[in-house]
């Protein structure tokens, strides 16, 4: 059982590239989010999905891009780097129902130089 | 504005000693409250979850206890071992999706702590 698998788990990008971070998870888990962590911040919602085809925006959301085509893969999209999204983001999915956890993947580290 | 603030920020303890961590919220209305643990380079891992009926909760060496009234919770680490240097994030979830963020969850920013041999 791999639950939430994030790929790549380390990627340094040139400011104006794109690239997208990968997500899935074998749980059969309606939803899934990203979240940004920064030092001495608490983690911060980007995007959120209750379900294929459909996604909302989160705390943070602008310079990222989501789709869910599947149930199992939910990937973030940026759309033009900025140095201002070097950051670990963390992918997590969970049953819709509000009282079950969230499973985390390990993160993806992401510099912008 | 919905927030939840952890203490301390950092703690350092001698290997078998017993810790507690703090976690006041603001979060209304409220659902759950959960405490995870993040290793190093890992993502956090679910310890506790505890809804408004539930006082305490424990998972082994780790117990968690919720005031709902005064909306405090704590986390009591019982003898200490090296692996449990961690983050600790406490995260309250509120009923409505209208509090914290967009999925009504509401971070804590940690406490991180480190136990010396």
């Known amino acids: 059982n791999a639950g939430v698998t994030q790929t790549p788990k380390f990627q340094v990008l040139k400011t104006g590239q794109s690239m997208t971070l990968q997500c899935a998870q074998d749980?059969?888990?309606?939803?899934m989010s990203w979240y940004r962590q920064d030092p001495g911040m608490g983690l911060r919602l980007i995007h959120y999905s209750v379900g294929a085809g459909i996604t909302d925006q989160g705390e943070v959301p602008n310079g990222y891009n989501v789709s869910r085509s599947t149930t199992e893969d939910f990937p973030l999209r940026l759309l033009s780097a900025a140095p201002s999204q070097t950051s670990v983001y963390f992918c997590?999915?969970?049953?819709?129902?509000?009282?079950?956890?969230?499973?985390f993947g390990d993160g993806t580290r992401l510099s912008i130089l | 504005k919905n927030q939840v603030e952890q203490s301390p920020q950092s703690l350092i303890i001698l290997e078998g000693k017993n810790c507690t961590l703090q976690c006041n919220y603001t979060v209304s209305p409220f659902s759950n409250l959960r405490w995870y643990k993040q290793d190093t380079g890992r993502g956090p891992v679910s310890l506790t979850i505890m809804t408004f009926s539930e006082n305490t909760k424990s998972n082994g060496r780790y117990t968690a206890t919720l005031d709902a009234d005064t909306k405090q919770s704590s986390l009591h680490i019982t003898a200490s071992q090296l692996s449990d240097s961690a983050s600790y994030i406490c995260?309250?979830?509120?009923?409505?999706?209208?509090?914290?963020?967009?999925?009504?969850?509401?971070f804590g920013k940690g406490t991180h702590l480190i136990i010396q041999p």
């Open positions: 995260v309250v979830s509120s009923v409505l999706y209208s509090g914290g963020g967009a999925d009504g969850l509401t």
């Open positions: 997590a999915s969970s049953n819709i129902y509000s009282n079950q956890p969230q499973h």
């Open positions: 749980m059969n888990h309606e939803y």
